[in-house]
């Protein structure tokens, strides 16, 4: 896979809505946090703004940042592939 391709520096994943949302937030420490929708949208705060990604949108997250999740479809589901920080 690709953790062991990259000798552990990255890694990636498929998240799919599971459940009722409840106030969930993107945030991270690493080097590289980026979602590329795969189906379904996904409501987010940017800016104080509210920012819809749908399929074939994407993301990247500056590590500290703090991004609220507004809504999700229940169909969301989005590639997503970190780094963690190095040092």
Same mark, same amino acid.
């Given at each position: 896979?690709? @953790?062991?391709?990259?000798?552990? /520096?990255?890694?990636?994943?498929?998240?799919?809505?599971?459940g009722p949302l409840d106030g969930g937030v993107? =945030?991270?420490?690493? =080097? /590289?946090w &980026?979602? &590329?929708?795969?189906? +379904?949208? /996904?409501?987010i705060e940017v800016g104080g703004e509210t920012v819809t990604l749908v =399929?074939?949108?994407?993301? @990247?997250? $500056? $590590?500290g940042e703090i991004v609220p999740v507004v809504d999700a479809s229940v169909d969301a589901e989005f590639l997503l592939v970190t780094l963690p +920080?190095?040092?």
């Open positions: 896979g690709i @953790s062991g391709a990259t000798n552990d /520096l990255a890694s990636v994943q498929v998240l799919r809505r599971c993107i =945030e991270h420490n690493g =080097e /590289l &980026f979602a &590329f929708m795969r189906r +379904g949208s /996904l409501a =399929e074939r949108d994407s993301i @990247s997250v $500056p $590590p +920080g190095q040092g």
